[in-house]
């Protein structure tokens, strides 16, 4: 299934030592991207822990092919179409926004805050849809492609919150560094905000991303009992804390809703899937 999470121990490797090769600095340069705030090369090259030089190198390969564009005048970077081409690609096979915006537009007309889509990827959260409500807050992760390290913001706690133990210890130990950029968040702080997520049900963050502001979310459970995505309600502290009971209510019937609508669209997908091999191999039999 497309969009579904790598193991946080798959990834320790790629997060926490030099990339070795061509392919795997790329790589960083166009995650990197992703994220709205990024677009200087200084940006990039200390986003992704590599000298300008190297950054240079390969955003200029990466122009060549177009999966990466440069503004003349202001000389910032931003990700090109080709990238276009090969999300689409990609989303055809499983595309979960569909299934989840009818829950995203009933928490923002219910509760008139902004409410965030986000998915794992590794050890970071990455933000894939978003609904403004009317009493919107600024704050950078809001932007849809923009990532955050497990842990960092509502949406974010409750997807390492539910990782199996030993996944979630890893991705701490990974994300550590990262926090530096944080200076109110430890990893001893985020294993605690976890247990106390898993224990009531939702995960709660305020007043440590950004000062009076915060959010709350429920995770949407795979069949597996993963994580597969998050939906958060971000907003000023004190209209969650005034009405906290009432937003992890309806995070968690709106999460089970897509829970089952996910499962549906898994179990569809791999019955095509099947289909699709099964005509192929009797064509080669003919």
Known sequence: MALRPRAASSVLADSATEPTSSVERACRILRALSDPGIARLTDIAAATGLDKTTVLRLLEVLMRDGFVVRDAASKHYRLGAELLVL???ALARF??????????????????????????????????????????????????????PLGVGAGSLALLAWMPEAERKAALAVIAPQLKRHPRITPKLLEAHAREARERGHAVLLDVVVERMGGIAVPILGADGRPVAAISIAALSDRITSREAELAQA????????????????????????????????????
């Open 95 to 148: 595309d979960p926004r569909p299934l989840v915006r009818p829950s995203l537009l009933r928490l923002t007309g219910r509760f008139e805050d902004s409410v965030i889509l986000s998915i794992p990827s590794g050890v970071e959260s990455l933000c894939v849809d978003v609904e403004e409500g009317r009493f919107p807050i600024r704050a950078n992760y809001l932007s849809v492609g923009s990532r955050r």
């Open 251 to 286: 995070l968690k019937r709106e999460c089970a809703t897509c829970e089952v609508l996910w499962s549906g669209a898994a179990h569809h997908g791999a019955l095509a899937t099947r289909s699709t091999q099964t005509g192929g191999r009797r064509a080669r039999m003919h």
């Open 87 to 89: 999300g689409a690609a």
